[in-house]
T-cell receptor, first 113, second 111 residues
Framework: GAVVSQHPSRVICKSGTSVKIECRSL??????MFWYRQFPKKSLMLMAT?????????EQGVEKDKFLINHASLTLSTLTVTSAHPEDSSFYIC?????????FGPGTRLTVT | KQEVTQIPAALSVPEGENLVLNCSFT??????LQWFRQDPGKGLTSLLL?????REQTSGRLNASLDKSSGRSTLYIAASQPGDSATYLC??????????FGTGTRLTIIP
């Protein structure tokens, strides 16, 4: 399967600042990537579908102006959390759409103080 | 709206026992179903993928079954080991590549 990396693995930022999370597909051309968030002891919730060269499709209830997604190449999608607040603290995981399944990155732990 | 439920939410069993984790979904028109494990603070590891036309898949000590008509899947773990302790998630897709995740079962194997 595809190897997916995320950077950073862990980030702490102050309230009001923006933070960018990168998701890279290391050995697979990723036309489609997904971004999920996971609260402690909860399941994964899909935030948006990221398509290379076009605008992301956001799930209902996800603010597109707050969670900016850019998928400029077949190997990289970025999620920028703008004007972060403590309630944005979460575990963010990306995935790459393969032929039959998704391949997941290791996740990024965001803590907003 | 598809809902995916996993029962039990938490399970503790002695090492060596066989166990079954359950996953149920409300819409049977799925494309495939996947089982994942997640260790604390980590990403997801794919365990088994079952296509909608399949009834089961096996990998080592793991066996996953799928019954679309009843909206159920089970993950059977044989001869459990302490290293099997993790959270197990099932997820279904409808062919549009989106995955809907279950609520998860936190498994603890007692040495």
């Amino acid at each position: 399967g595809a190897v997916v990396s995320q950077h950073p693995s862990r980030v702490i930022c102050k309230s009001g600042t923006s933070v960018k999370i990168e998701c890279r597909s290391l050995d697979f051309q990723a036309t489609t990537m997904f971004w999920y968030r996971q609260f402690p002891k909860k399941s994964l919730m899909l935030m948006a579908t990221s398509n290379e060269g076009s605008k992301a499709t956001y799930e209902q209830g996800v603010e597109k102006d707050k969670f900016l997604i850019n998928h400029a190449s077949l190997t990289l999608s970025t999620l920028t959390v703008t004007s972060a607040h403590p309630e944005d603290s979460s575990f963010y995981i990306c995935s790459v759409a393969g032929t039959y399944e998704q391949y997941f990155g290791p996740g990024t732990r965001l803590t907003v103080t | 709206k598809q809902e995916v439920t996993q029962i039990p939410a938490a399970l503790s069993v002695p090492e060596g026992e066989n166990l079954v984790l359950n996953c149920s979904f409300t819409d049977s028109a799925i494309y495939n179903l996947q089982w994942f494990r997640q260790d604390p603070g980590k990403g997801l590891t794919s365990l088994l993928l079952i296509q909608s036309s399949q009834r089961e898949q096996t990998s080592g000590r793991l066996n996953a079954s799928l019954d679309k008509s009843s909206g159920r899947s089970t993950l059977y773990i044989a001869a459990s080991q302490p290293g099997d302790s993790a959270t197990y998630l099932c997820a279904v897709s409808f062919g549009n590549e989106k995955l809907t995740f279950g609520t998860g079962t936190r498994l603890t194997i007692i040495p």
